[in-house]
């Protein structure tokens, strides 16, 4: 289980962000790829990769991106906590675009990370825009920044950086807890949920985050057996 470590002494905190913040001063290298590919270990087919020309990009060449992976050098400095990864990309210009942008962390340059966090084609279509992804430094503080699309479709990828994520303190009075509910409390129809009939079986639909999930419309547990 992941836990967030808040430190309560605000000299240290400060110090660590400090200290963070010098590590991630040339961490990731060539972050905009205006150096071409230098820094960077390529995972994907021939021809998938390529840095070009780019209107709109922070400088003159952006990296083009499809099926595939780009992976950083580990930093010089050992890591930890949270960090925000942001970087600046164009999807692809096809409406139908199915094509995922893929984030994640790197252990080694010659093996395909497990994705962090997938963004859809959709969700940043008409042109740049600027995503943010919070990681959590893996065991060992020296994780690669590894970016990949999943699909033929090129993305354009620019201008990466990191920073430190402080978490403030929260003191034990900013805690609220709900009132218990009343003995034998029934909740008056399906709240969120909609019914949906198939066949003989019945089955409620809850809607979040714009996907249909699915739930039984009734569950049974035992309390305790011998």
Same mark, same amino acid.
């Not at 999943?150 to 201008?159: F, H, K, V, Y």
């Given at each position: 289980?992941?836990?967030?470590?808040?430190?309560?002494?605000?000299? =240290?905190?400060?110090?660590?962000?400090?200290?963070?913040?010098?590590?991630?001063?040339?961490?990731?290298?060539?972050?905009?790829?205006?150096?071409?590919?230098?820094?960077?270990?390529?995972?994907?087919?021939?021809?998938?990769?390529?840095?070009?020309?780019?209107?709109?990009?922070?400088?003159?060449?952006?990296?083009?991106?499809?099926?595939?992976?780009?992976?950083?050098?580990?930093?010089?400095?050992?890591?930890?906590?949270?960090?925000?990864?942001?970087?600046?990309?164009?999807?692809?210009?096809?409406?139908?675009?199915?094509?995922?942008?893929?984030?994640?962390?790197?252990?080694?340059?010659?093996?395909?990370?497990?994705?962090?966090?997938?963004?859809?084609?959709?969700?940043?279509?008409?042109?740049?825009?600027?995503?943010?992804?919070?990681?959590?430094?893996?065991?060992?503080?020296?994780?690669?920044?590894?970016?990949?699309?999943?699909?033929?479709?090129?993305?354009?990828?620019?201008?990466?950086?990191?920073? $430190?994520?402080?978490?403030?303190?929260?003191?034990?009075?900013?805690?609220?807890? $709900?009132?218990?509910?009343?003995?034998?409390?029934?909740?008056?129809?399906?709240?969120? =949920?909609?019914?949906?009939?198939?066949?003989?079986?019945?089955?409620?639909?809850?809607?979040?985050?714009?996907?249909?999930?699915?739930?039984?419309?009734?569950?049974?547990?035992?309390?305790?057996?011998?």
């Amino acid at each position: 289980m992941i836990h967030r470590v808040v430190c309560s002494f605000i000299l =240290a905190v400060l110090a660590a962000t400090v200290s963070v913040a010098a590590a991630l001063s040339d961490y990731p290298a060539n972050p905009g790829f205006e150096a071409g590919l230098e820094g960077w270990t390529v995972l994907a087919p021939e021809g998938a990769v390529a840095v070009e020309p780019a209107p709109g990009a922070t400088g003159e060449l952006a990296l083009r991106l499809a099926e595939g992976w780009v992976i950083s050098e580990p930093p010089t400095d050992e890591l930890s906590g949270w960090l925000a990864l942001t970087m600046r990309v164009r999807p692809p210009a096809e409406r139908d675009a199915s094509s995922r942008l893929l984030i994640g962390w790197g252990i080694t340059a010659d093996e395909a990370p497990e994705p962090l966090a997938a963004i859809t084609a959709k969700a940043c279509r008409g042109g740049w825009k600027r995503v943010r992804v919070e990681l959590l430094v893996p065991p060992g503080g020296r994780p690669r920044v590894a970016v990949g699309v999943e699909g033929t479709q090129s993305w354009l990828i620019d201008d990466l950086a990191l920073e $430190p994520i402080t978490i403030e303190p929260r003191s034990p009075g900013d805690v609220s807890l $709900p009132q218990p509910l009343e003995p034998g409390w029934r909740p008056d129809g399906l709240l969120d =949920a909609h019914e949906r009939t198939l066949g003989d079986a019945r089955e409620l639909l809850v809607l979040v985050g714009g996907l249909e999930v699915a739930i039984p419309d009734a569950v049974t547990a035992p309390r305790g057996h011998r």
